[in-house]
């Protein structure tokens, strides 16, 4: 009997997603995360206007780091296909409404949202001002949800008094993603 050696290739993973189009926001949205994927949503959209793919699996972070994703997601040609692969929360689940095309897995992926929340910990007059922002912070918010998605207003008070969870089919019900893959 003898033992045949195949040949083994060596190839960069990194390489080949990029080639491909393929993004990954994967684990806490923050400013260095948000800079990294608005960096590859630039740079695919000037090498050609092809479909980007943006995975998500994320439990959500920081909101201005989010929105900055979301506002440059607007603003390049190339339509951005958003996936939900896994758990998407918070920021993350605004981040995956605002896809030109989006995608869930049937039975693995779930979306959350939930009421604005931020540490509030200083002096009152500083408690105001801050108050004053996130209201104005959570407008923006809601209006970029109602926009894209299909909820209900009983979505909107069990988001706003809990978490809302929807998985499956619930997610192409409420236009939180167009298809189940």
């Not at 083994?8 to 684990?27: E, N, S, W």
């Not at 692969?85 to 095309?101: L, T």
């Not at 209006?143 to 909107?156: P, Q, V, W």
Request: proline fraction near 3%; aromatic fraction near 8%; glycine fraction near 6%.
């Amino acid at each position: 009997m003898t033992i045949q050696k195949k040949k083994v290739m060596a190839f960069d993973v990194r390489q080949i997603l990029h080639y491909h189009r393929q993004l990954f926001l994967y684990g806490a949205i923050n400013s260095t995360v948000a800079n990294m994927i608005k960096q590859h949503l630039l740079a695919y959209d000037i090498v050609s206007q092809e479909p980007i793919s943006l995975w998500i699996s994320s439990p959500g972070g920081c909101c201005s780091a989010g929105l900055s994703i979301i506002e440059v997601m607007k603003k390049i040609e190339s339509p951005v296909i958003t996936i939900i692969s896994g758990e998407v929360c918070s920021m993350a689940s605004m981040i995956s409404v605002c896809g030109n095309i989006r995608w869930g897995f049937k039975e693995t992926c779930g979306w959350m949202q939930h009421p604005l929340s931020a540490g509030q910990e200083d002096y009152l007059p500083y408690i105001k001002d801050r108050t004053a922002y996130l209201i104005k912070y959570n407008e923006i918010l809601t209006k970029i949800m109602k926009d894209h998605t299909k909820l209900s207003d009983s979505d909107y008070k069990k988001m706003e008094a809990g978490e809302l969870w929807l998985m499956g089919e619930e997610l192409i019900e409420k236009g939180i993603v167009d298809k189940l893959i």
